[in-house]
């Protein structure tokens, strides 16, 4: 059994910053990335950022420059720092993990329950 646990959504007015976490626990072998991915209010999930094991990463045009990913692979944990925030980042933000667990012989894609983060003033 794997999770993964998000946290650190909320109300941002426009131009602030938040910081999201996700943990991964369970029966957890190897992980090969984590990312961020988020889903807006009748849009299709979209790719946030994503990080490697060995730390290369990857973002959206939408977030270069403004959103920085990172991981802790000790902590099997990622985190999404979001600065100069609009209202067009409101959305679900989902958090991923492509992983082999104690019990699979290939790489399986698990998803967090989302987290809330919205930009208004």
């Known amino acids: 059994q794997v999770q993964l646990v998000e946290s650190g959504g909320g109300l941002v007015q426009p131009g602030g910053s938040l910081r999201l976490s996700c943990a991964a626990s369970?029966?957890?072998?190897?992980?090969?990335?984590m990312g961020w991915y988020r889903q807006a209010p009748g849009k299709q999930r979209e790719l946030v950022a994503t990080?490697?094991?060995?730390?290369?990463?990857n973002y959206a045009d939408s977030v270069k420059g403004r959103f920085t990913i990172s991981g802790d692979n000790a902590k099997n944990t990622v985190y999404l720092q979001m600065n100069s925030l609009t209202p067009e980042d409101t959305a679900v933000y989902y958090c991923?993990?492509?992983?082999?667990?104690?019990?699979?012989?290939?790489?399986?894609?698990?998803w967090g329950q989302g987290t809330q983060v919205t930009v208004s003033s």
């Open positions: 991923n993990a492509d992983l082999m667990s104690y019990y699979d012989d290939k790489y399986v894609m698990y």
């Open positions: 990080i490697t094991r060995g730390g290369r990463t």
């Open positions: 369970g029966s957890i072998g190897i992980i090969s990335h």
